[in-house]
């Protein structure tokens, strides 16, 4: 039973270039979230996404980030244009549902995709 | 969510219990308290979580106050690899849900 894959773990991309992160949540479930840790600083929540549906994207800076979650393949974070200050860890966290899903236990979370800006 | 006052950092030592405590004065009837860990770099992980009653599994256990105002967290036999920030979380009991994480405690566990 694999848990929450993110791809790839490091990208570099020059100034101005797209960052596409990818995100397949765990088996069997439909609710994903993303989250930013800048470099010695705290998870910052982005964006809680329901197959084909965005929740709730309060935590996405207005400019130049989107994220997917379609009915078919993996949720993708896309940052275009990247600047140095998008350095940071993604996480990407999955969980069956809200409410009394997450009661069960919790998101589970991936390893993440380091992303430099150079 | 309701907010959550945990210490910046803690020591422990090496097989010894870490107690880890969270103050959410501000939690409502039916919200729950969760706790999660980040390892160096890795993703969070989650450890447990309760509304009222005290739980335990196999990673820790989690005692509630019974006003339900403040929690702590328990590694019985804690080990160099606990080391980790420690968040504690009561997120909203409605509405779309999401897990918002403050600073943490940062436990080391010292030889």
């Known amino acids: 039973n694999a848990g929450v894959m993110q791809n790839p773990r490091h990208l570099v991309r020059r100034r101005g270039q797209e960052a596409r992160l990818r995100c397949s949540p765990m088996k069997g479930h439909s609710h994903v979230y993303w989250y930013r840790q800048l470099p010695e600083e705290g998870l910052k929540f982005m964006v809680y996404?329901?197959?084909?549906?965005?929740?709730?994207e309060s935590g996405m800076p207005k400019e130049r980030f989107s994220a997917e979650f379609p009915k078919e393949g993996p949720s993708i974070l896309r940052i275009q244009q990247v600047v140095r200050g998008d350095s940071a860890a993604y996480f990407c966290?999955?969980?069956?549902?809200?409410?009394?899903?997450?009661?069960?236990?919790?998101?589970?979370f991936g390893s993440g995709t380091r992303l430099t800006v150079v | 969510d309701a907010k959550t006052t945990q210490p910046p950092s803690m020591d422990c030592a090496e097989g010894r219990a870490a107690n880890l405590p969270c103050n959410h004065s501000t939690i409502s009837g039916n919200e729950y308290v969760y706790w999660y860990r980040q390892i160096h770099s890795q993703g969070p992980q989650y450890i447990i979580h309760g509304l009222k009653n005290n739980e335990t599994n196999e990673m820790a256990s989690l005692i509630i106050t019974e006003d339900r105002k403040s929690s702590t967290l328990i590694l019985p036999h804690a080990t160099l690899r606990d080391t980790a920030v420690y968040y504690c979380?009561?997120?909203?009991?409605?509405?779309?849900?999401?897990?918002?994480f403050g600073q943490g405690t940062r436990l080391t566990i010292n030889p």
């Open positions: 979380i009561a997120p909203p009991a409605g509405g779309a849900q999401k897990l918002v």
């Open positions: 996404l329901q197959k084909e549906n965005i929740i709730d």
């Open positions: 966290a999955s969980s069956p549902g809200p409410g009394p899903y997450l009661r069960r236990g919790g998101y589970t």
